[in-house]
């Protein structure tokens, strides 16, 4: 374990309702990331950031956005969640840019 | 973008068996990453590979960088049941690139 905690763990909400994800790093690395994994698709990034307050868009950044306040603080925001955003995420963390990338055991989200 | 095949999608095997699994790259990548995930938990990088031609070993995982850079493989050599899970490659076109990710070989191994 790299030191990531990601909260909540499970997650059961419904369609319309903003949801947040939370990923906290103990290793004070510089770069963070939010994936999620769907059955056909592999993982896929959705936002990362490489610095406070620094983040951009990964390849299905629609419906999410993000905020690094603090080093050691990676918030993932599903302002109005829909059903297509049942999905595990999981936030991952890197001393230099994208490799080797250290997963957190993910959050399990259902929107219903 | 760039696509990723890892094959094969799963494998059912026996304990004792040796596996082996390889990603294909539609473009040249520098760098190679295999992640092994267990059930209800995130993936953890078993090996990474910067070279082409480069063979590097873990235990009984060995994984290969393909000369032509497109491509890469996993062996498990002997398995036993806590190999099962799901094996994943992922690869980086140029340092600073988004990595891709396969979409992973379903392992499972049968005592």
């Known amino acids: 374990d790299a030191g990531i905690t990601q909260s909540p763990r499970h997650k059961v909400t419904e369609t319309g309702t903003p949801v947040t994800l939370r990923c906290h790093q103990t290793e004070n690395h510089r770069y963070m990331y939010w994936y999620r994994q769907d059955p056909g698709h592999g993982l896929r990034l959705i936002h990362y950031s490489y610095g406070v307050k620094d983040t951009d868009k990964g390849e299905v950044s629609d419906g999410y956005s993000v905020s690094r306040s603090k080093t050691e603080d990676f918030l993932l925001t599903l302002e109005s969640a829909t059903s297509s955003q049942t999905s595990v995420y999981f936030c991952a963390i890197s001393v230099g840019v994208e490799t080797p990338l250290h997963f957190g055991n993910g959050t399990r989200l259902t929107v219903t | ?111």
């Open chain 2, 1 to 111: 973008g760039q696509q990723l095949n890892q094959s094969p999608q799963s494998m059912f095997i026996q304990e004792g068996e040796d596996v082996s699994m390889n990603c294909t790259s539609s473009s040249i990548f520098n760098t190679w990453l295999w992640y092994k995930q267990d059930p209800g938990e995130g993936p953890v990088l078993l090996i990474a590979l910067y070279k082409a031609g480069e063979l590097t070993s873990n235990g009984r995982l060995t994984a290969q960088f393909g000369i032509t850079r497109k491509d890469s493989f996993l062996n498990i050599s002997a398995s036993i049941p806590s190999d099962v899970g799901i094996y994943f490659c992922a690869g980086q076109e140029t340092s600073g690139s988004r990595l891709t990710f396969g979409e992973g070989t379903q392992l499972t191994v049968n005592p």
